[in-house]
């Protein structure tokens, strides 16, 4: 008999959350770890001593021997150290003990992790600092601390610093903004996001024999299947059952950890699929993206597959984003970006839209940089992404209400137009005021922005650290224009800064298909940025605006800043590097012997043929030349490719390194695929020394 799934039973049992901190804890003591929660107060040791013997005893309950602060440095992964409860005493007793102390803080090495020159290699310390606004979970038998990570100086060497400081930055504008407007019922907003993750399932046998895959996430060789996604009929197609157990052990393995995975479902390219939640707090939706990917490849794993998250798993077929949905709500429950029936006379929805494309416009570079990686560049721009150009989608109603602004006149909504469908057994529905845009990055989507430009592999982190932000900045520019208009005043003549604001940011305002040619034209007379691969965009973190923007908000220092433009040259440099010598190793140490073996099969072929029947072996000879003369090209771009490879690693200016390795070494990387994908294609498919994208990207059934 099947076994039934009760959500409601699975549902967050191994998270210590708010509500079981209410029903566990002290009073004074939940309404002391809530308001750092919420007010970021300093919580008081003896509270933290409650609250870790508290959460120690559940921990214990499930199962847990050991402790860990989990932290998200700046390689795009988690971190994680694991301490057990056990404290040894007197006459050999053996205690299980956790401290307010240890709940708090903890000292990982912060000179092994990524910190862009912040620490030297003999400056070894750092620390973690418990996140109480995330909740804690017990995993695999132990307790799981969501902190922060910092320098012994105090430097954030973490993404979650910057995202918390993001939010109480846009918190505090925002809340101003609507004081100003008089709404003093509102004490707090937050930023929310629900974060769509596409990855790609493969056999984990097959998987194992790419060396390639293995080492850098993505195929570096290989010729196309005879079939790709050209049929669109694997998007929304009918889930394979080994797919379908997969989605739900994952599905039961993420309720069980608080994760509200929403909806599932096959994407576009073969092997490629979905999942997307529902929408929560900023800091709490990029805990939970992070906790997701990890347990993708954890019930992959038990299902003999391999999740793949790079960005570009797969030359040929579309590659996997990350799409992060983004909105602002208040604490009385109001979401400032739902246009309501009349979005014309909807003055708060106006003013937080305002101050998005205001944002956007203004540090369009600084989202670009946002989702800039080596595995990202290969995607954007492609038939399954937005392109690498900065604009924003509002539709045709929003685009009217804008139109009816810049005028100087009042947009009149004419209410939803019903679909009819012409069969009449079909209920009537209205028709969204909105199409969607697959082509737009930023896209506007009824009651929240979709930003379509981050990867699949990266954290989200980044993205929203730079929304909250730059929306901040324009709300802090709008509050100033607010205070020096009198308050009676201000309702009526909050239109005509609009209309200005509206003058100044409506280049980046974009409801066309952004893949054609002539969009790149406009988008250039425009004056926006195109920012095509990584060093490209990067440099602009170090603008004096950028600079100003961060400092002036307190989300990152000026070294800061600096640490994090090093890094991202530096990963992307290695990320490169290590795809090189992938390439060379697959290709000289296994590609080449199969090759030869092949080419001298043949040669004996045309010998034997040819003495004992008399025949030409035209056909023979014909293929012999072929891969005769493709080893040779074959021979001479690896050869460039090894040196090349030494002239990179020669230069030590970071910007140049990096933008040698896009120019050059990534050039010599296409010059040898395409030698080898011809070969692969005259060579039996039973010699090669890996799978096929046939079996790859077909043999799940």
């Not at 300093?42 to 989990?70: I, S």
């Not at 669109?232 to 950890?257: C, I, N, Q, T």
């Not at 709500?329 to 006379?345: A, E, H, I, Q, Y």
């Not at 308050?487 to 800064?497: C, F, L, Q, V």
């Amino acid at each position: 008999m099947e076994k039934k799934t009760n959500i409601q039973e699975i549902f967050g049992k191994l998270v210590f959350s708010d509500q079981l901190m209410k029903e566990k804890l002290p009073r004074d003591v939940y309404e002391a770890v809530h308001k750092t929660s919420k007010y970021g107060t300093h919580l008081q040791l003896d509270v933290a001593n409650t609250v870790a013997a508290v959460m120690k005893e559940w921990a214990l309950e499930k199962g847990a021997t050991h402790f860990t602060h989990w932290f998200q440095p700046m390689t795009g992964v988690t971190a994680e150290k694991h301490d057990s409860f056990l404290s040894l005493h007197s006459k050999g007793q053996v205690l299980m003990e956790f401290s307010g102390k240890e709940l708090v803080k903890g000292e990982p090495d912060a000179s092994s992790f990524p910190s862009g020159g912040l620490r030297a290699t003999f400056e070894a310390r750092g620390y973690t600092a418990w996140d109480p606004s995330s909740p804690a979970f017990v995993k695999d038998g132990t307790l799981y601390i969501p902190t922060a990570f910092c320098s012994y100086s105090g430097e954030a060497l973490d993404k979650k610093t910057p995202l918390l400081r993001s939010m109480e930055a846009l918190d505090h504008e925002a809340v101003k903004v609507l004081r100003l407007l008089g709404h003093d019922e509102v004490t707090h907003v937050n930023t929310t996001v629900g974060s769509e993750q596409e990855y790609f399932l493969i056999h984990k046998d097959l998987y194992k024999k790419r060396k390639d895959l293995v080492l850098t996430g993505r195929t570096l060789i290989g010729a196309p299947a005879p079939k790709g996604q050209e049929m669109d009929d694997h998007y929304f197609g009918v889930l394979k059952p080994r797919v379908s157990a997969f989605m739900h052990d994952l599905d039961e393995e993420l309720w069980a950890y608080g994760i509200p995975a929403k909806t599932k479902h096959n994407e576009v390219a073969p092997s490629q699929h979905e999942l997307a939640p529902i929408f929560e707090t900023s800091n709490i939706a990029v805990d939970h993206n992070q906790l997701t990917m990890e347990l993708m490849k954890k019930v992959a794993d038990k299902h003999n597959l391999a999740c793949l998250l790079h960005e570009k798993p797969f030359a040929g077929v579309n590659g996997s984003g990350k799409h992060n949905n983004w909105s602002i709500s208040t604490n009385t429950g109001k979401n400032l970006l739902s246009p309501g029936k009349d979005p014309g006379k909807n003055t708060l929805f106006l003013t937080f839209l305002m101050a998005v494309i205001a944002g956007v416009d203004d540090y369009q570079d600084l989202l670009r940089i946002s989702v800039a990686s080596a595995g990202n560049d290969h995607r954007l721009g492609a038939n399954e992404a937005p392109p690498a150009i900065v604009s924003i989608f509002l539709g045709d109603e929003l685009a009217s209400v804008l139109k009816a602004l810049d005028h100087g006149k009042t947009y009149k909504s004419e209410g939803k137009e019903q679909i009819e469908t012409g069969a009449h057994v079909l209920p009537h529905f209205d028709r969204d005021t909105t199409d969607r845009n697959r082509t737009s990055p930023f896209a506007f989507t009824g009651n929240k922005f979709e930003f379509r430009m981050p990867g699949s592999a990266l954290s989200v982190a980044n993205p929203n650290i730079i929304l909250n932000t730059i929306v901040a900045e324009s709300l802090s520019q709008l509050a100033a224009k607010l205070e020096a208009i009198p308050a009676e005043e201000r309702e009526d003549k909050i239109y005509s800064i609009f209309k200005d604001m509206l003058d100044e940011h409506k280049r980046i305002l974009f409801n066309g298909d952004g893949y054609t040619d002539e969009w790149v034209e406009e988008a250039k007379r425009r004056g926006l940025f195109n920012l095509k691969s990584l060093p490209e965009a990067v440099p602009q973190l170090l603008s004096k605006k950028n600079k100003d923007l961060f400092t002036k908000h307190q989300i990152y220092t000026e070294s800061e800043i600096e640490s994090r433009y090093e890094i991202y040259l530096e990963n992307y440099a290695k990320t490169i590097h290590i795809e090189a010598l992938t390439m060379l190793d697959m290709v000289k140490r296994d590609f080449t012997p199969t090759l030869f073996k092949y080419m001298k099969s043949i040669a004996e072929c045309i010998r034997e043929k040819t003495a004992v029947i008399e025949a030409s072996a035209g056909y023979e000879k014909s293929v012999l030349k072929d891969l005769d003369t493709s080893a040779d090209q074959l021979c001479a771009d690896l050869k460039k490719l090894e040196d090349d490879m030494a002239d990179a690693e020669s230069k030590s200016d970071l910007l140049a390194k990096a933008s040698y390795y896009q120019s050059t070494i990534l050039k010599d990387m296409d010059d040898v695929r395409q030698s080898v994908d011809f070969i692969e294609t005259l060579l039996p498919e039973d010699e090669l020394p890996y799978p096929t994208y046939d079996e790859l990207l077909f043999s799940l059934r």
